[in-house]
């Protein structure tokens, strides 16, 4: 893959983005799973930095926090790559194909589950189901979701990723 890595947010941008979920959220009754969302949504990946921010403004320690963060799949402890591809394994997925398709993607990337290709394009994640049963094995690529993937298809998709220009 050729293509031009993913930015690197500033350290300030990171905190601010940090104290503006903590500030958001802190009042809430379970605040911690909002915040530790609205900093992902933000930066896409829960940076060091916002545990000890967040066991602060919820009076918890640092490990209990961080067990959350590492508890759930969900979040990220490092940044993505541009493009995050999820693929569903699901049992109609797995049915119809999936593990196929995962093991096409990984080696066709040359990376596995939670790992970005080096070049910082794509960040490869399973996910436990895409609600589109009817069209397996499914994929989402950002906040598309594509049915009846096969391995073939999967190339095509990485390929249009490749080709487009980063901004």
């Known amino acids: 893959m050729s293509v031009t890595p993913a930015p690197v947010v500033p350290p300030e941008y990171r905190l601010a983005a940090i104290h503006a979920a ?12 909002p915040m530790l969302h609205a900093i992902q949504d933000a930066l896409g990946w829960v940076p060091p930095e916002a545990i ?9 320690s640092r490990a209990e926090i961080h067990g959350v963060v590492s508890f ?27 593990v196929a398709l995962e093991e096409h993607a990984k080696r066709s990337l040359g990376i596995d589950w939670h790992q ?3 070049d910082g394009a794509v ?11 009817a069209c397996s094995p499914a994929i989402r690529v950002g906040d598309e979701i594509l049915g009846r993937v096969s391995c073939a298809r999967f190339d095509r998709v990485i390929e249009g990723l490749c080709e487009e220009v980063p901004a």
């Open 72 to 98: 759930y799949h969900h979040f990220r402890t490092s940044p993505p790559g541009r493009h995050v591809i999820q693929v569903c394994r699901a049992e109609s997925c797995q049915a119809k194909g999936g």
């Open 123 to 133: 960040s490869l994640e399973p996910v436990y189901c895409l609600g589109n049963c």
């Open 116 to 118: 970005t290709t080096p």
């Open 52 to 60: 000890p921010a967040i066991a602060t403004a919820l009076n918890q």
């Open 22 to 33: 903590v500030d958001t959220h802190r009042a809430r009754p379970g605040a911690l799973l």
